[in-house]
Nanobody
């Protein structure tokens, strides 16, 4: 069992940047993929970004060119660099881990709040 703990959220002005971190309690080097999702107030959870073990990335259209996902297997940590944040980016951001294809998003963190507001 791997636990995921997100951090780095907070209040940021529109146009600002934040870097979220997701620290795993165990090794994630063998995980098929790691991902980030978000849930805005009154909306369902939505996909934000993913990074496969081979290094392939995928991003939601709404964040392409502004967000970047990265992983440091030595530190068992996944990052989400968020630039040019918009008010629509206000949400709770969740980290997910896929240990194998048969268990997509098997692990979830508790989430970290990001508020984009002036």
């Amino acid at each position: 069992q791997v636990q995921l703990v997100e951090s780095g959220g907070g209040l940021v002005q529109p146009g600002g940047s934040l870097r979220l971190s997701c620290a795993a309690s165990g090794s994630i080097s063998s995980f098929v993929a790691m991902g980030w999702y978000r849930r805005a107030p009154g909306k369902p959870r939505e996909f934000v970004a993913s990074l496969s073990r081979s290094g392939d990335t995928d991003y939601a259209d709404s964040v392409k060119g502004r967000f970047r996902i990265a992983r440091d297997n030595d530190k068992n940590t996944v990052y989400l660099q968020m630039n040019s944040l918009k008010p629509g980016g206000t949400a709770v951001y969740y980290c997910s881990g896929t240990p194998m294809r048969a268990r997509p998003d098997a692990y979830w963190g508790q989430g970290t709040q990001v508020t984009v507001s002036s």
